[in-house]
């Protein structure tokens, strides 16, 4: 761990993050926006969205979801489940996995290795859980940043799909 994330501790979430969670997607989306992705996740603030604040309770109640804080204030997010989410045209995996269906950071943080530390918690969940295996699917659109981002921190890209007219691409990490 680099010296920027020092000051970043890992911890449980819950239900009473859901505000702070919201707050970091409504603002990824102002900043998506700001720099000319408007296809991602569209341009209303993702607490806005049909079943945006839902989707959100459900991944802190139904999933293992983790806060990164910095000084006690949640600056990231991530959530874990055992696959990949049933909307999706994803296959299973094969075999006992730990599949991340949320990864947000504070983009007021940016820049502080919150993602890479949240990835990194991941992969020791993923072991601790008896797997091998963690997996992601992101946007594979623009020019490929947000998958550049996850082979930085250890996924290879396997599979790419379309849901809908978005473009994804599952990523796979061995953990040992």
């Not at 459900?58 to 000084?71: G, Q």
């Not at 949320?102 to 992969?123: F, K, M």
């Not at 550049?148 to 994804?168: H, I, K, M, V």
Request: proline letters at 7%; charged letters at 20%.
């Amino acid at each position: 761990m680099n010296d920027s994330t020092h000051s970043i501790r890992i911890r449980a979430g819950g239900l009473a993050d859901a505000p702070a969670i919201l707050d970091m997607l409504d603002s990824a989306v102002v900043w998506m926006n700001a720099r000319g992705n408007t296809e991602q996740w569209g341009t209303t603030p993702y607490s806005q969205q049909p079943g945006g604040a839902a989707r959100v309770e459900r991944y802190l109640t139904e999933n293992a979801p983790y806060i990164a804080e910095s000084d006690g204030i949640p600056v990231g997010a991530l959530v874990l489940d055992s696959g990949p989410s049933p909307q999706l045209p994803i296959a299973p995996a094969g075999e006992p996995e730990r599949y991340v269906r949320l990864l947000v950071s504070d983009r007021r943080y940016a820049g502080r290795g919150i993602g890479a530390a949240l990835l990194s918690h991941a992969a020791e969940e993923t072991r601790r859980a008896g797997a091998k295996l963690m997996r992601v699917d992101c946007w594979a659109g623009g020019e490929g940043e947000l998958v550049a981002f996850y082979e930085r921190n250890g996924f290879t890209p396997t599979d790419q799909f379309l849901s809908g007219t978005w473009p994804g691409q599952v990523l796979a990490r061995r953990v040992a």
